[in-house]
């Protein structure tokens, strides 16, 4: 793709890429008569001999109520908040027979005369003698037989609680059976209300481009990325009227591939979960049936989204317990999804090798030390500010080391750097490389001394004088620069020669990008270059949190997925990820262990993120965090004690002897006391050995502040 291609104005709100800026590489896009299979969350295969559409169709017209946050919303069923009292099955299926034995008797003893014939007397006395010899009694005899029929299978069925019965066993087993003889399709609401004929541009008049649409949704040349891409580009051009009649004849062009992607691409090439980009949903598991959930949680799906996505997401679990098959990867799949439908932006960071997507889900393919990378990572982050450069570039060297050793300062560290970044910038144009850079913090005369000779022909007296305050700084005690050149070179390795170089810049990918519906991948070094990748990936997030905050346009929602945050949690990291929020962003962040963290910034960390996830095999001080962010709450106890009972006549004595000898156990009395107490929603050792293997603790927060209880997801289902 030319570095000059647009977006389309209607799908992204316009606006030409920045040549900094790295656009997405082209991706083979099906073409329009033949689009992605529809990617309705693999409900099964359409019939052969049924309509094209029909299964897109049946998704988007299948219900999505309002639910708690975190639950999957798609044909979703609310549930009672308390749970109802449930008699056990064994008592209920035994007082159920009894009823109906019982019921079934009375009624031989009454059919058979062998009660006499009182119960006939209402037949007898409200009916006149005439007749009783004509086919009028007859009809009425049978009626009142039914009638006292149905008044006994009333009086027993309450008895015996069958309704119960019903609710519990025969009508599920009627719905599977149902369900395998093949459920007829559901009809198609009323067409105000049917959202498969685009009511909302009829509404504002675009009929024929609402006719458009909806032919082609039964046609089966959509898929929903087509459906939210296009609902997208209609929101954009919305806000300013002057683009409908733009939007309206692209789509009478070009149908349900109208306002595509800047890579062309209309879907992924596979998925591996269940998504619903109508409600920007991804479904990671469901909430366990256990009686450490809330009733209402139990058996519901569970989901993440941007909605939830936006507080930030960290996630903590040993090796192999699922964070990146079961959580990284469908989310980071969700939000590739979704930037193909032009609703978000999302950087996806991790080891190379770590699998988190295949290379063709991504528009920009960041492979540091990789010779065959195409794209360089802009270690500036884009800016042309050298004070804001020279902060993130502080953070991602030695963020780590704040209050760990003597002059690891991250604004005495950004304050040297920025002494040397502006002069650069304004001798050259351009931002040092890494060697340059290195160079000029080991105070080499040579580089400084040309650095010096290009300011003084330049007339930049008062960057001179920054360079002075560095040269004397230099060579005072505890002066930061040796510490960043040693960090430095870490990356000044022959591995990564062809990389961070300042000189090409239409090949460096920047963060700025995250205005426009980009998908970038960052892979890094970790085999042989354990620090630095570990001071990339911090560098990465300090860039991230800068880069979000600092957008104009916030319309899309921009997400970074790290997944090992190992040791890129710092002070300012903490900060930067509290103003992700009102910033439409959002990260994952996962960890092997909280121990990764200083031990002053574990519980900023757990506080400053919204969603939290415990993965099974978490250790108990992991553990012991998690409980204590997640509080306690009010719930009832009942104590039973067993008081032996003391006999003193002789028959009571008698029976009692006879029951000890039959059950060996004396005979007592329980007494039992309610109280309402305090207790731990999960305790420390119930995270560390009560999450069985495939499963995690999650709790959740939206943006607009309502929280749910940590729920128990059993992630493979």
């Known amino acids: 793709m030319d570095i000059e291609r647009t977006h389309d104005a209607t799908a992204t709100g316009g606006g030409r890429l920045p040549r900094q800026a790295v656009p997405p590489r082209p991706a083979a896009a099906p073409p329009p008569s033949a689009p992605p299979a529809v990617g309705t969350q693999g409900e099964g295969a359409p019939a052969p001999d049924g309509p094209p559409g029909a299964p897109f169709l049946a998704w988007l017209r299948t219900p999505r109520p309002q639910a708690a946050p975190g639950v999957w919303a798609f044909a979703h069923r609310p549930r009672p908040a308390e749970e109802p009292v449930r008699a056990p099955a064994r008592q209920l299926l035994g007082g159920a027979l009894i009823a109906l034995l019982s019921c079934w008797l009375l009624w031989s003893l009454l059919w058979n005369s062998f009660l006499g014939g009182l119960w006939m007397w209402p037949l007898f006395n409200f009916t006149a003698e005439s007749w009783r010899s004509g086919m009028t009694f007859v009809v009425l005899s049978y009626g009142y037989y039914a009638l006292t029929a149905a008044l006994l299978l009333f009086f027993f069925g309450r008895l015996g609680r069958w309704p119960e019965v019903w609710r519990r066993w025969g009508a599920p087993l009627v719905r599977r059976l149902w369900d395998d003889g093949g459920e007829p399709p559901p009809a198609a609401p009323a067409p105000r209300e049917d959202p498969a004929e685009w009511p909302r541009l009829r509404a504002a008049g675009a009929h024929d481009a609402a006719d458009r649409l909806a032919a082609d949704a039964r046609a089966g040349l959509m898929n929903d990325v087509d459906h939210a891409r296009v609902e997208r580009a209609w929101e954009a051009a919305t ?181 040397l970044l502006g002069p650069y910038r304004a001798a050259h144009g351009r931002f040092p490389s890494v060697p340059g850079l290195r160079e000029l913090l080991d105070g080499d005369p040579g580089a400084l001394g040309a650095l010096r000779a290009a300011l003084t022909a330049g007339g930049q007296d008062g960057l001179l004088r920054e360079l002075d305050a560095r040269e004397r700084q230099a060579g005072r005690p505890g002066d930061v620069a040796p510490l960043l050149a040693d960090r430095l070179a870490l990356l000044d390795r022959p591995a990564f020669a062809g990389f961070f170089d300042t000189t090409h810049p239409g090949r460096t990918f920047s963060l700025r990008t995250l205005e426009h519906p980009l998908r970038v991948r960052v892979d890094l070094p970790e085999r042989g270059h354990a620090e630095a990748s570990r001071m990339l990936a911090r560098l990465v997030l300090a860039q991230f949190t800068e880069c979000a905050a600092s957008r104009a346009d916030r319309s899309l929602f921009a997400c970074l997925v790290l997944d090992d945050a190992t040791s890129a949690v710092t002070f300012e990291s903490v900060r930067g990820l509290q103003r992700l929020r009102s910033a439409h962003a959002g990260a994952v962040l996962a960890l092997r262990t909280l121990d990764d963290v200083p031990e002053a910034l574990r519980g900023p960390l757990l506080g400053s993120v919204g969603c939290r996830m415990a993965f099974s095999g978490v250790t108990t001080w992991d553990g012991a965090l998690f409980a204590e962010v997640w509080g306690k709450e009010w719930v009832e106890t009942r104590d039973v004690t067993d008081r032996q009972v003391v006999a003193h006549d002789p028959f009571s004595r008698t029976m009692h002897v006879l029951r000890r000898l039959i059950s060996g156990r004396a005979v007592t009395a329980q007494s039992v006391t309610v109280r309402t107490v305090e207790r731990e929603r999960w305790s420390a050792s119930e995270l560390a050995h009560a999450v069985p293997p495939g499963h995690a603790v999650l709790s959740v927060t939206s943006v607009g502040g309502t929280a749910a209880p940590p729920v128990l997801v059993d992630l493979r289902r």
């Open 239 to 419: 806000t300013r009227p002057g683009r409908l009649a733009a939007f309206t004849d692209t789509v009478l062009r070009h149908g349900a591939a109208a306002c595509p992607h800047p890579s062309g691409a209309r879907d992924l090439a596979v998925r591996t979960a269940r998504h619903d980009l109508v409600a920007r949903q991804v479904r990671i598991g469901t909430a366990a049936d256990d009686r450490r959930n809330p009733y209402a949680h139990r058996g519901t799906g569970c989901a993440l989204g941007p909605g939830l996505l936006g507080t930030s997401l960290l996630a903590v679990g040993p090796p192999g317990s699922g964070k990146t098959d079961r959580l990284v990867r469908p989310v980071l799949e969700s939000l590739c999804l979704q930037a193909l439908a032009g609703r978000a932006a999302v950087v996806a960071v991790g080891a190379a090798g770590a699998d988190l997507a295949p290379d063709g889900a991504f528009d920009v393919v960041v492979k540091i030390g990789r010779p065959d990378s195409e794209y360089d990572l802009d270690l500036y982050g884009g800016t042309d500010d050298p004070d804001e450069a020279a902060g993130v570039l502080a953070e991602g060297l030695v963020g780590d080391l704040a209050g760990t050793r003597p002059g690891a300062d991250g604004r005495r560290a950004a304050t040297a750097l920025a002494q």
